[in-house]
């Protein structure tokens, strides 16, 4: 009978791909390293935001982001 040697399993990271929607209009794609919910809020960059919304990106192969916005911003999206 053959051993096999036991590999250990590494769990894959969940990539959520976002787009942050500065209060002058500019607009950052990134990404972070767990999946984001509607209407939750997270701090990156020194600010807290707000995802908002999923939307197709533009450029390349149109995959979805979560547009998210300044948390207590009046901004409609």
């Known amino acids: 009978m ?3 040697r036991k590999v250990p399993r590494v769990a894959q990271p969940v990539e959520t791909l ?3 929607r500065y209060p002058n209009g500019r607009v950052h794609e990134t990404a972070v390293d767990r999946q984001i919910t509607l209407g939750e809020q997270f701090e990156m960059y020194g600010r807290t935001w707000t995802a908002m919304r999923t939307k197709p990106r533009r450029l390349r192969n149109n995959e979805p982001r979560t547009l998210c916005v300044p ?4 901004h409609k999206v």
């Open 2 to 4: 053959k051993r096999y």
């Open 18 to 20: 976002i787009a942050l």
């Open 71 to 74: 948390a207590g911003s009046v």
